[in-house]
Nanobody, 127 residues
Framework: QVQLVESGGGLVQAGDSLRLSCAAS????????MGWIRQAPGKEREVVAA????????YYGDSVKGRFIISRDNAKNTVYLQMNSLKPEDTAVYYC????????????????????WGQGTQVTVSS
């Protein structure tokens, strides 16, 4: 098992940047494929970014490509989401999620396949 705690959310203006962090408990962090998933009222849950256990492969949703960057530091048991050029439509609760896998190249693009979830952090972007 792994426990996940997100931080870094807040209220910003359109065009600003935020960096979200996800701190994970335990060891052997590289056995987890990680993702950032957002949920906004009235909208479907969306995997905005995902990264393999090794950190060598990534995925981005079309709505955030070119603006968001996912990264991980396995030595620190931490995953990051750098969000640039934020738009009001990025407003949502952002969740960090982990999938247990022995394949360190796996990138998980389906939110239903994740095993563990953090409590989420609110990101609000005003126009």
């Amino acid at each position: 098992q792994v426990q996940l705690v997100e931080s870094g959310g807040g209220l910003v203006q359109a065009g600003d940047s935020l960096r979200l962090s996800c701190a994970a408990s335990g060891r052997a962090f590289s056995i987890y494929a990680m993702g950032w998933i957002r949920q906004a009222p009235g909208k479907e849950r969306e995997v905005v970014a995902a990264i393999s256990g090794s950190g060598g492969r990534t995925y981005y949703g079309d709505s955030v490509k070119g603006r968001f960057i996912i990264s991980r530091d396995n030595a620190k048991n931490t995953v990051y989401l750098q969000m640039n050029s934020l738009k009001p439509e990025d407003t949502a609760v952002y969740y960090c999620a982990a999938q247990y896998t022995r394949d360190e190249t796996l990138v998980q693009v389906f939110s239903t396949q994740y095993d563990y979830w953090g409590q989420g952090t609110q990101v609000t972007v005003s126009s």
